[in-house]
C-alpha cells in the first residue's frame, strides 16, 4: 500500500467494483469520470486504451475519497483534492515513472497539482481550458418557444450530425475530435456512443441540434448543443436543449449536466434561464518543459 492510501491499478473492473459507490455518490460533479470510466470499461479489449490507461483512488478510514485517471490522450482527470493530497499525489506519480501529458480537475484541483507537478519535475503547466458546470434544477421551457420541433434523429441523418459536430470542434478548438473525424474514426471520438436531437422548423429543415450520454449512475450530460452560426439568435438551441433535457429525464436520469464556455455569457445567460444551476469550475493544464506558452 502506497502512503496516504493511494493505491494504483490498471484493471478498469477492479477500479470500478472498488470506486463505483464513491462515484455515483456525487453524479453530478462526478459526470466526466463516470462516462469516461464506462467506456474504457466497455472498450477494455483496445490495445491502446489498455495500454494508456492508469487509474488511481485515495482511501481513508475504509472509504474512497478521491480518484484518478489517465486518459487515452494522457491527461489526468482527478476528482476534488486537497492542496496537499495533490502534492502528495503528485509526488508518487513521479516517483513511479509516470508522465502525464496534463491535469483536468475543478479549478482549485488542477491548479494544486499542476504547481505540485511543476515542483517535481520543472514542467511548466500551460492553460488550455476552462468551463463552467451546470446542473439542472426546474427544467424551464422558453416563452415563446421556437416554432418548429423536436426530432431523435435516425441512421439518415448521420452525415449532418457528424458534419455539426466537426463544425462545433472547429469553433471550440478541439483538434483531436476533428482528426478522429476526419480520419473516419467516428466511434473512437466522444461524440460515437451520444444520443441525438435536432430542432427542425415547421418546413423539416433541422436548424439545430443537442447530444446526451447514455446514463450512468443516474446521470445523463448534454454536450454538445450546436447551432450553425446563420441560425443563431432565434431560439434553436434553448429549444433543441429543453428537448434533450427534457428526454433525459424522461429515461430515468436524476442529475442533467451540461458544461459551458465562461467566455460565452450568451449560452451561460440561456442555460440558467431554462433551469440550470452553476455548480462548480473546472480547468485543463497541459504541461510543458519547454518555454510557457502564452495562458
Known sequence: MLPDDWQFTEDVNDFLARTGDFLRSRPALHNTPLTDIEKLRTRRTDARG????????????????????????????????SAEQTGTLAAHLADLGHSPSGVLADHDTATAFADAWQRQTGAAPVPFWRTHLYRLGTLTPPQPLAE?????TGAQDHEQVVRWCRE?????????????????????SRFGDRHFTFWETPDCTPVSMAAATSIVGGMVRVDPVYTPAHLRGRGYAGAVTVEASRAALAAGATDVVLFTDPANPTSNALYQRIGYVHLADFTGYKFSFGTPEAG
Open 50 to 81: 489498455a495500454e494508456a490507461t492508469l487509474f488511481g483512488r485515495l482511501e481513508s478510514g475504509g472509504e474512497v475519497r478521491a480518484i484518478f485517471y489517465r486518459t487515452p490522450r494522457g491527461y489526468l482527470w482527478v476528482t476534488p483534492l
Open 168 to 188: 462545433f470542434c472547429v469553433v471550440v478548438g478541439e483538434q483531436a475530435s476533428i482528426d478522429l473525424i476526419d480520419a473516419g474514426s467516428w466511434a473512437d
Open 148 to 152: 418548429g420541433r423536436a426530432r431523435v
